[in-house]
């Protein structure tokens, strides 16, 4: 159910992107509200929630109307009172509890993504030099994932399938080549984990279309190379690049044991 802090994060959306900087209106803060997804057409729940983020100091308007005698409102706000002020700007406090909910709510979804397959891509059987290997491009991967850095976590998603696929290759007593592109890795260690049969065949041209495109992604627009301009990488693109990746790797090193 939302809240005055996801009402906060909107607002500061909102107030970032406007030229004016400010909402000048407020019965604009109802339209924030719904526009954001926060409340259904006709509920006025922004009202409330105004009122808490000006008594936390996240909030703050303009002076009330010119021969208006009462009392500034105190606890929750109704629409009436919403309505009494006009240039509602979100101060720097409550920029950085913005940035703030903004992180916390990476982190719950970096969690939700690679939390539980940690166990699986750091394996007891693993040698410590193979759990530094895997493990520094999850923990890269990580926190580009929870500092919302798009290019550096497609990076990190490259190097994670790379490490993997080079521990299997290992294990299965090939020489790794260390300067192979991304697709001959994949292609070596699927050999090494999947045999010839045919289903195995067909997974495996799957996968590496998969590998394919995450190379692509990253040599396009992940850390790691020089650009003209700076890359342009969604949250969406990232986090499936990063559940494409853990994905791969946990299939590789868990079809290794």
Known sequence: MANHLDFLTAL???????????????????????????????VETAARW?????????????????GDPRPLPVGDWTPQEVYRF????????????ADAVRRRRREELTDASLGAIRPVLLPAWMS???RRAVGEPLG??????DGGRGPAAVGASKDLIEASCKVVIARG??????KAALPRLFKLAHGCVAGTDE??????????ATVQRV????????????????????????RLAAVAASGLSAYLLSAWR
């Open 12 to 42: 500061d959306d909102h107030v970032r992107v406007s030229p004016l900087g400010v909402v000048p209106q407020g019965a604009e803060l109802h339209t924030i509200a719904r526009e954001a997804g926060l409340v259904e057409p006709g």
């Open 50 to 66: 105004t009122g808490q983020l000006v008594n936390l100091g996240f909030v703050k308007h303009g002076p009330k109307s010119f």
């Open 86 to 97: 006009n240039d509602y700007m979100v101060t720097s406090t409550g920029h950085s509890e």
């Open 128 to 130: 410590e030099a193979e």
């Open 140 to 145: 890269a991967l990580r926190a580009a994932l």
């Open 173 to 178: 007593g090939m020489e790794v080549e260390e």
């Open 199 to 208: 289903v195995a065949g067909d997974l495996g041209r799957s996968l590496a």
């Open 215 to 238: 190379a692509e992604l990253r040599n396009s627009a992940g850390a790691g190379h020089g650009h003209a301009a700076p890359p342009q990488v969604g949250t969406r693109e990232a």
